[in-house]
């Protein structure tokens, strides 16, 4: 039974896969002021393909608030919406069409046949699909819902989107993680991962012999895991079938000449229990109108129909005009328009067509809307001498103004419609006009800042060109203060250089003197020692001849001195030899050394 669960689940996610590509809410509204009216031409295109389209649209009360969220859902005939798991709140609306809806939740598989009228709640956590019929009219299924939290009337957490594809959830996780959990072979978990993902509106599949139905039931079965009777419910394809409430079918709430209005909460559809969004009809005739009221307890987004129609809305608060200001405004089929609570409000038709609008209001609680005029008008309790005070107003004036109201709710109003548009054709001629006095004025301020701007510019040029020119005089007075300086460097440096070679000319005529004066010193020194030479050379000529002559003076008394010796000697010899004994003779003999001094040598000889 297991391995039979794991292909029923693996059969449905071949399908989702291949049949499923984009997660819806990866797409969000265009950023920008968010208001309490979005023409059609304004929602935002999340999904277009030739079996169907999504578009959406953020819708604001007073701006301080997070925005509601709607999206328009339109499937093409025998087309189908992947399956997707739901986020948060979803109450729609069927405003064209047949199909049917296929959600698997915590208890069990539900399907609900829807139809125009038709009106319905899913709860966070649904795994839901939905497909469009193949009938003879080949009518287009179109689906108007918004998505809501359930602890206030918020819309959901932007983060994460209002439902995502099933195939993206299961996808996100790793092949290995798939395969332990389906129990199945790595091929099926590739084959997934490798099958085209178209978008998340396709062409239905054709119904062979187990239906697309029983098929889609057995995966849903497997996916919140009812382990009793699977096989059984899912071979003969039975399903809870639910019931939804058509307003169209239900009896208004009111009714008259003047159109009709129906309301949707938790006693009329049991599923809106614990959500905080209910929903409401309106039908206006030609003329007719809404009559001045306001919600105590809920906002009201509404979604236009048929016709085209002026909503009138009352600012209540006291404080700033700029955080809260009376608004008209002209809707047409298709746009959305939202009011909040304790805003008195009157919706009213043209002359020449109806005006229908369904809406939610978020709150499912008792709110009896509270009427301003008609024969149910809440001045009617109240007492009219205060009134009176009230308006700074005679009684007998609020006796006439609350006497004549014999209709109640919807009242007629022949041409009130076209003299609301009329006044806001001229409100927006006026504010265009203001706006363009305002855009003149910006253009004056910004023409006469221009101008002080070119003035303060020219100014401050005129303050820079003086400066410049101070500075370039300043700068002239430096040059020429550093020109005068220069040439006044110039000619001391040139004096210096003039000094410097007259110094090296003196010094040079003072060396040539020297040199000059060394050169005739030398001379003369050389002359003084050449005569010093010669008269050293006559010297000693003279001197050499003076020796020479002393020394043949010298050599002559020597010769003289040997000559008287040699005669002493002689004479000694004589008288020796002539007899005398003990006698002594001193026989000397004079030479001259080589240095010219004279030695003499004695002999002493004995007798």
């Not at 698997?104 to 939905?130: K, N």
């Not at 905080?276 to 236009?304: D, Q, R």
């Not at 909040?340 to 002359?351: E, G, T, V, W, Y």
């Amino acid at each position: 039974m297991l391995l039979y669960k794991s292909l029923i689940v693996i059969s449905f996610l071949f399908l989702a896969v291949s049949l499923s590509h984009d997660q819806v809410e990866a797409y969000d509204v265009k950023a920008g002021p968010v208001r309490p009216m979005v023409k059609r031409d304004e929602r935002r295109s999340l999904i277009e393909t030739e079996y169907g389209r999504i578009s959406a649209a953020k819708i604001s009360t007073d701006g301080t608030r997070r925005p509601y969220y709607l999206q328009f859902i339109t499937l093409e005939p025998n087309s189908l919406f992947l399956p997707a798991l739901l986020h948060s709140d979803m109450v729609f609306y069927v405003h064209t069409g047949r199909g049917r809806m296929s959600w698997a939740d915590e208890d069990d598989i539900r399907t609900v046949d829807i139809r125009r009228g038709d009106v319905y709640r899913l709860q966070p956590g649904s795994v839901f699909y939905i497909e469009n019929n193949l009938e003879q009219e080949r009518e287009k299924l179109r689906i108007y819902a918004i998505f809501s939290n359930t602890e206030d009337d918020s819309y959901f957490e932007p983060v994460i989107g209002a439902y995502t594809s099933i195939s993206d959830l299961i996808l996100g996780f790793d092949r290995k993680v798939l395969q332990s959990a389906f129990k199945v072979s790595e091929d099926v978990i590739e084959e997934l991962f490798n099958a085209t993902r178209p978008r998340p509106i396709v062409h239905a599949l054709p119904k062979k012999k187990k239906s697309l139905w029983a098929w889609e039931a057995r995966f849903l079965k497997a996916f919140v895991g009812d382990r009793d009777a699977l096989e059984l419910e899912a071979m003969n394809g039975k399903k809870k079938k639910a019931k939804t409430y058509n307003i169209l079918d239900a009896d208004p709430d009111f009714k008259n000449c003047n159109g009709w209005s129906s309301t949707v909460d938790r006693k009329d559809l049991r599923l809106l229990k614990n959500s905080n969004i209910g929903i409401f009809m309106v039908n206006l005739t030609k003329g007719s109108m809404m009559g001045p009221h306001w919600n105590p307890m809920a906002t009201e987004i509404a979604i236009v129909l048929h016709g085209q129609g002026m909503v009138r809305v009352v600012c209540p608060s006291t404080g700033k005009q700029s955080d809260c200001k009376n608004m008209r405004f002209k809707v047409e089929e298709g746009d959305a328009f939202a009011v909040p609570r304790f805003h008195p409000m009157a919706q009213m038709s043209f002359n020449n067509d109806s005006f229908v609008f369904v809406g939610f209001s978020t709150s499912t609680s008792a709110n009896y809307p509270q009427f301003l005029a008609g024969k149910r008008s809440v001045l009617q309790e109240l007492d009219k001498q205060i009134l009176s005070v009230s308006f700074n107003v005679s009684n007998t004036t609020i006796n006439q103004l609350l006497a004549q109201q014999e209709e109640y709710i919807i009242l007629d109003c022949t041409s009130c419609a076209e003299e609301e548009e009329s006044i806001m054709q001229e409100e927006i001629r006026r504010e265009r006009e203001e706006e363009e006095a305002r855009e003149r004025e910006k253009e004056r301020k910004r023409e006469e800042e221009a101008r002080k701007r070119q003035e303060e510019e020219e100014a401050r040029k005129r303050e820079e060109e003086e400066a410049r020119r101070r500075e370039e005089e300043e700068e002239a007075r430096k040059r020429q203060q550093e020109e005068e300086e220069e040439a006044r460097r110039r000619e001391e440096e040139e004096k210096r250089e003039q000094e410097e070679e007259e110094r090296w000319r003196e010094e040079a005529r003072r060396q040539e003197e020297e040199r000059q004066r060394r050169e005739q010193e030398e001379e003369e020194e050389r002359e003084r020692e050449e005569r010093r030479e010669a008269e050293e050379e006559e010297r000693e000529a003279w001197e050499k001849q003076q020796e020479e002559e002393r020394r043949r003076e010298e050599e002559a008394e020597r010769e003289r001195e040997r000559e008287e010796e040699e005669r002493q000697w002689d004479e000694g010899q004589q008288k020796e030899e002539g007899g005398g004994q003990g006698r002594e003779f001193v026989r000397a003999k004079v030479k001259i050394s080589g240095d010219g001094n004279r030695m003499v040598l004695t002999n002493v000889l004995k007798l």
